[in-house]
């Protein structure tokens, strides 16, 4: 029988949600998590954004030189490589040892997790995870940012905005459109959407800091939080 393999894009906001900042209370229920569905035989693809780490580097970048768009997204690319480093070593017994930084680029492992980072500037760590579910089977990417549900609208912007449960891929374009602009505020990449879409893979957008809604999707489907497909 053929383990289940669950991409995870992890949103780097999670992790360090403010300068100077690393969440280890998310980090030690996330691993708990996650090690719990390990020892039911699950296997794991974790990939990991930047976070607050990523908008330092880049703003003082910014203040001393005239920097480069390319150079401010290297930064960010680095950033998410600093984070997949942390969560490499927090699942060190488990964990490949070799951090995935193309996700063009499959590679076999025998460990029961896999941690990605970004991979070069143009391209979001939600691209990296889509990419990396098509190479290696995997039939769902769970998103864990910092939003409850997609919304029909700004929620921030708008009090009338709606919660969607459930949103077919066109519906979901219509409110992101096609194109990927670094550093959007976007429930999901279009671009990686676009891949998820082709390949009939499922994305599911959870509040990464409520961790058992995170288990109870992995237990038994229970999707609080919206599903695109």
């Known amino acids: 029988m053929k383990k289940r393999t669950v ?63 390319e150079d401010l997204d290297w930064i960010g690319v680095h950033a998410t490589r600093l984070n997949a480093h942390l969560l490499r070593t927090i699942f060190y017994k488990y964990a490949h040892p070799k951090i995935n930084t193309n996700p063009t680029k499959i590679e076999k492992f025998s460990e029961p997790i896999l941690v990605a980072a970004g991979w070069k500037p143009g391209w979001s760590t939600d691209y990296d995870a889509a990419k990396l579910a098509v190479g290696y089977g995997a039939k769902e990417v769970i998103n864990l940012s910092n939003i409850n549900y997609v919304y029909d609208k700004d929620p921030k912007k708008y009090k009338s905005a709606k919660k ?28 990686a959407s676009k891949i998820a879409q082709k390949n009939n893979i499922r994305v599911v957008v959870i509040r990464g800091t409520k961790v058992k809604l995170f288990d109870n999707y992995l237990k038994d489907g229970k999707v609080t939080g919206t599903i695109i497909e």
């Open 7 to 69: 991409v995870i894009s992890l949103g780097g906001s999670i992790v360090v949600p403010k300068v100077g900042y690393i969440d280890y209370v998310f980090l030690k229920k996330f691993k708990q998590v996650v090690l719990k569905h390990v020892n039911k035989g699950t296997r794991f693809i974790i990939v990991v954004g930047g976070g607050k780490t990523c908008r330092l580097y880049q703003q003082a970048a910014d203040k001393v030189s005239k920097v480069t768009g």
């Open 164 to 191: 969607l449960k459930k949103v077919g891929w066109k519906d979901f374009f219509n409110l992101v459109g096609d194109k990927w602009v670094p550093g959007a505020n976007l429930p999901f990449d279009p671009i």
